[in-house]
């Protein structure tokens, strides 16, 4: 079965600290896959994705990702956290070969930045 | 670029009337568009799947006469919740896809009394 896991529910960090937050998948094939943020009330907004090629991605908002096959991994990070970067962050999967499939999105991880 | 506008953002109506959701493509022509609800806390659950020119697919569970979908355009997309009700309160989400990559409207904020 395809899915998403993202194993933290809250994460809290203190600003200027490092961040990774952790996804998971299971899918057939290597998917394409993304890392959304949503501030409350608010909309998705794409922070980065990773369709093939150089598995270390780079995002918006000083964001990067690395794609890890073996482990079906797709971790986010961040080496310096700023307190507007407190929201949530979804990680999610899309078919590959750029078919306009459904995602499958984690569950969520909350982030809460300290001062 | 690939931005996507919802309107409106927030609706409160009484219960029994049916309520319109927009989701437009602004800068991009979109063939699929997706539509979305979301529990608080909780993740996005697809409702189904918008199709310029066709009928939508709707996810299981998902009452199709109760959610009206239309997509008439390459650049609009419709959600009609009819006869609402208290339970169909909601924040509902939109998302049209480009090359692969969903780009989200910013959501509406569905109260129903």
């Known amino acids: 079965a395809q899915s998403v896991t993202q194993p933290d529910i809250h994460i809290t960090v203190s600003e200027g600290a490092s961040l990774e937050l952790r996804c998971n998948y299971s899918?057939?094939?290597?998917?394409?896959l993304f890392w959304y943020v949503q501030s409350p009330g608010q909309g998705l907004q794409l922070l980065l994705k990773y369709f093939s090629g150089d598995t270390l991605v780079q995002g918006i908002k000083g964001f990067e990702a690395e794609f890890k096959r073996s482990q079906s991994s797709f971790n986010l990070r961040k080496p310096s956290v700023h307190w507007s970067d407190a929201a949530e962050y979804f990680c999610a999967v899309g078919p590959p070969g750029g078919s306009q499939g459904n995602l499958i999105f984690g569950k969520g991880t909350k982030l809460s930045v300290k001062p | 670029g690939a931005v996507v506008s919802q309107h409106p953002s927030r609706v409160i109506c009484k219960s029994g009337t049916s309520v319109k959701i927009e989701c437009r493509s602004l800068?991009?022509?979109?063939?699929?568009m997706f539509w979305y609800r979301q529990f608080p806390k909780q993740s996005l659950m697809l409702m189904a799947t918008s199709n310029e020119g066709s009928k939508a697919t709707y996810e299981q569970g998902v009452e199709k006469d109760k959610f009206l979908i239309n997509h008439a355009s390459l650049t609009l997309s419709t959600l009609t919740v009819t006869s609402a009700h208290p339970e169909d309160s909601s924040f509902y989400i939109c998302?049209?896809?480009?090359?692969?990559?969903?780009?989200f409207g910013d959501g509406t904020r569905l109260s129903i009394l």
């Open positions: 800068d991009f022509q979109a063939t699929t």
């Open positions: 899918y057939g094939a290597t998917p394409y």
């Open positions: 998302s049209a896809a480009l090359t692969g990559t969903q780009h």
